[in-house]
């Protein structure tokens, strides 16, 4: 659990309008998070909302920051669900890559994940971990390897979602 750092949280504006007749929303726009809310809305629960749009805004923020004990934890729990739990490792950690998403030495057991992969959806973020996680036991892209890496159902669907966001992902990925 993070505590909230309330210095990083960015300004709020309410912004009211006569077009929105029922929906809260709420943007960012140069720095500052603008929540449109309904004009007939009272202040009370413009101030309520404003409040909430402000949390989520938060948690969002939170979840999108390299965490390596959220990266630990996963891949311990993907460990247990795919490979029996028998696999071992020495690190596991965000590192800053700008041409690759991920490594595994698998020498020394290291395994570093993109900072940017940060933002991933999680089953995208698996999809790496099952990935490296597999290259502790076989280094090469061959067919052993690949049946590890398809105990993980999402395989596909993480490898094709990856290569809409990058075409060179086969050459990218350690
Ligand atoms: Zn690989």
């Not at 989520?56 to 490979?83: C, M, T, Y």
């Not at 999809?127 to 061959?142: I, M, Q, R, T």
């Not at 590890?148 to 990925?173: F, I, K």
Request: with cysteine; proline share 4%; charged share 25%.
């Amino acid at each position: 659990m993070q505590t909230p750092n309330h210095a990083s949280t960015p300004p709020i504006r309410i912004v009211a309008t006569r077009r929105r007749r029922r929906t809260v929303s709420a943007r960012l726009r140069s720095g500052v998070l603008e929540v449109l809310v309904p004009s007939w809305m009272s202040s009370a629960e413009r101030e309520r909302w404003a409040h909430e749009m402000q949390h989520r805004l938060q948690r969002k923020i939170a979840r999108s920051r390299p965490s390596d004990e959220r990266l630990a934890g996963r891949a311990q729990a993907l460990n247990v669900k795919h490979f029996g739990g028998r696999l071992s490792w020495r690190s596991v950690r965000f590192a800053e890559m700008s041409n690759r998403w991920a490594s595994c030495t698998f020498t020394t057991g290291d395994i570093r994940i993109a900072n940017r992969a940060a933002t991933l959806p999680d089953w995208v973020l698996d999809y790496l971990l099952v990935h490296e996680l597999a290259h502790l036991e076989h280094s090469a892209h061959d067919r052993l390897f690949h049946e590890l890496e398809e105990r993980y159902p999402l395989t596909e669907r993480a490898r094709g979602y990856l290569m809409a966001l990058d075409h060179q992902h086969a050459e990218l990925m350690g």
